[in-house]
Nanobody
């Protein structure tokens, strides 16, 4: 069982920056940030593997940075140049192990991750 607790909720003006944190109760192979707007499907924002490899959604590339403090098992999401469309509930997620897909170990490719935080709201205003 992995417990995740996010922090960093708040409001910010468009063009501003905000950092989210997620404290995990134990080490995991994969961690990620997802976001969801009411009435829409949850979407993956960024993932990080245990070797530090990262992957980003096209909508946030060049603006968001996912990182992980392996010693403290804390996940971060640095969000810069925020846009109004970034407004959403942000969720931290974790998977204990990676998946072997096409002979490559990778994080779960869909949104059905095993462990989730409670979510933290990010609101970007004009």
């Amino acid at each position: 069982q992995v417990e995740l607790e996010e922090s960093g909720e708040g409001s910010v003006q468009a063009g501003g920056s905000q950092r989210l944190s997620c404290a995990a109760s134990t080490y995991t192979d994969c961690m990620a940030w997802f976001r969801q707007v009411s009435g829409k499907e949850r979407e993956r924002v960024a993932t990080i593997k245990n070797d530090g490899t990262t992957n980003y959604a096209d909508a946030v590339k060049g603006r968001f940075t996912i990182s992980k403090d392996n010693v403290a098992t804390t996940l971060y999401l640095q969000m810069n140049n925020l846009k109004i469309e970034d407004t959403a509930m942000y969720y931290c997620a974790a998977e204990a192990h990676m998946w072997l897909i096409n002979n490559v170990y990778t994080c779960r490719p869909n949104v059905e991750w095993d462990y989730w935080g409670q979510g933290t709201q990010v609101t970007v205003s004009s």
